[in-house]
Nanobody, 122 residues
């Protein structure tokens, strides 16, 4: 059974940093991609970043480029999203999701975590 568990969300001031973790179980990361998505109140869900675990290729939304870094630890079956220089507009529930890369790119992965709240406010 595929399971994804996010952690690391919280409340930070603008300009601060957070590291989100997505611990995967029930499958091997090697053959899938893992993506981070977010959804703010009243807004559509958007893709933030993904990593293809097999070849390490990465993708970042324009809003994340230069501030966020996605990485993986295959031994721990965990993917991280390091978020720096956070802005109030980054406030959202962040979800990790997994599936084959093309489904992550399409925004239609089949497996989702429960989400973790990120709030950027002074």
């Amino acid at each position: 059974q595929v399971q994804l568990v996010e952690s690391g969300g919280g409340l930070v001031q603008p300009g601060g940093s957070l590291r989100l973790s997505c611990a995967a179980s029930g499958f091997t990361l090697d053959y899938y991609a893992i993506g981070w998505f977010r959804q703010a109140p009243g807004k559509e869900r958007e893709g933030v970043s993904f990593i293809s675990v097999s070849d390490g290729s990465t993708y970042y939304a324009d809003s994340a480029k230069g501030r966020f870094t996605i990485s993986r630890d295959n031994a721990r079956n965990t993917v991280y999203l390091q978020m720096n220089s956070l802005k109030p507009e980054d406030t959202a529930v962040y979800y990790c999701a997994t599936d084959h890369k093309n489904k992550i790119l399409a925004g239609t992965p089949g497996y989702w975590g429960q989400g973790t709240q990120v709030t950027i406010s002074s």
